[in-house]
């Protein structure tokens, strides 16, 4: 194996290096590079695989979740299993990883996988923007709480207050209430993710998660980034819905 070293990232010049290892994929590299950018890299603990002055790789933990959340961009798997290696050392507890199949077995060298289900990623640079006759609107700064509210009682694992500040989200009432809800959950120079959709299971069937989502991609697609969102991969409805609006499954992730 290379001479490898993994550093933290507290400087600015290791930050922009990790930066420029990463960029060249944005699809693939989506949460870890995400994480390298205000506001989420206030949350996280970057490291660096470094070989003399050049990143063979990234990982990436965020810890705005229950459970830390452990990422890792693209590089050689022994690259990778060092990242991981270092990471872990200071997580005591458990950890989430939305990562590819074959990263997972690198992942079992140091912990013990209690739960799993398929994803897939899904992109698009040129989403179908056509209307809807659900009513949507902007969540207002002081609708923070209500949103909050909304996604906790739902259980919804990817959703962390400091998400508000990344971008919009939207959502549909009833009552005074929020049933539906979509947002930005990160964003780099060159791709966007969204993230957080979500109905509750008594409005579901009514378009509220598409009307949602829709605002959300219209409101990036002026941006020029590429369009990324997870789905599970048993959610079928929700695949058609996204195919519908111009994604394609990018790759499939655990």
């Known amino acids: ?61 965020f810890q705005g979740f229950k459970e830390p959340s452990v ?8 690259v990778k299993k060092t990242l991981i290696e270092r990471a872990l050392r200071e997580i005591s507890e458990g950890f989430i990883s939305l990562c590819q199949a074959d990263d997972v077995v690198l992942f079992e060298a140091f912990a013990r996988v ?21 009513d949507v609107a902007r969540v207002r700064r002081n609708e923070l709480e209500l949103l909050d509210e909304f996604y906790t009682q739902h259980r919804a694992q990817a959703w962390c207050r400091l998400q508000f500040s990344v971008g919009p989200y939207f959502c549909v009432k009833r009552d005074g209430q929020i049933v539906s809800a979509a947002g ?23 378009g509220f998660g598409r009307a949602c989502t829709l605002a959300v991609a219209t409101k990036l697609a002026s941006s020029g980034r590429i369009l990324s969102l997870f789905v599970r991969n048993d959610n079928a409805p929700a695949i058609r819905m996204y195919e519908k609006k111009g994604f394609r499954k990018a790759r499939d992730i655990f």
Request: glycine share 6%; hydrophobic share 40%; net charge neutral.
């Open 184 to 206: 930005v959950h990160a964003v780099a120079p060159r791709i966007a993710q969204i993230g957080n959709v979500l109905t509750d299971e008594a409005w579901r069937g009514r």
């Open 114 to 134: 209690l739960g799993s289900h398929r994803e897939q990623q899904m992109t698009t640079a040129s989403p179908k923007l056509y209307g809807t006759d659900v």
């Open 71 to 78: 990422v890792l961009g693209t590089a050689e798997p022994e």
């Open 1 to 61: 194996m290379k001479r490898v070293h993994v550093e933290k990232v507290t400087s600015e010049r290791l930050l922009r290096a990790c930066r420029r290892q990463l960029m060249p994929d944005p699809e693939t590299n989506v949460l870890p590079l995400c994480d390298l950018y205000l506001p989420l890299f206030r949350k996280c603990t970057v490291y660096g695989a470094v070989e003399h002055d050049a990143v063979l790789g990234v990982c990436s933990v």
